[in-house]
């Protein structure tokens, strides 16, 4: 099983950006993000579940980014906008049994940099 992260990268702030992963070897009926800026510890950001029903933000995000599944593709995007240099991190695919359960799978991180 692999998460395969891409998209990241450095931008302005206010900026966007959008990240991708995809995922191999099996479908995850939940797929988000999580991320981890320097010196702190990692945290939620982003879920959804496989049809889209249920979708979880963080509130430091909520109004920013948006989280889409593409089935056909197994893959989980997150479009940033509006992005802030706190949002500075480095971002992880994570693939989940369960909206409120912990996390099965973590994949590599992308760096997002977000200079002022």
């Known amino acids: 099983v692999q998460l395969q992260a891409s998209g990241g990268g450095l931008v302005q702030a206010g900026g966007s950006l959008r990240l991708s992963c995809a995922a191999s070897g099996r479908t995850f009926y939940v797929m988000g993000w999580f991320r981890q800026a320097p010196g702190k510890e990692r945290e939620f950001v982003a879920v959804q579940t496989w049809n889209g029903e249920t979708t979880r933000y963080a509130d430091s995000v909520k109004g920013r980014f948006t989280i889409s599944r593409d089935n056909a593709k197994n893959t989980v995007y997150l479009q940033m906008s509006s992005l802030k240099p706190e949002d500075t991190a480095v971002y992880y695919c994570?693939?989940?049994?369960?909206?409120?359960?912990?996390?099965?799978?973590w994949g590599q991180g992308t760096l997002v940099t977000v200079s002022s």
């Open positions: 994570v693939g989940k049994r369960s909206i409120t359960g912990s996390v099965d799978y």
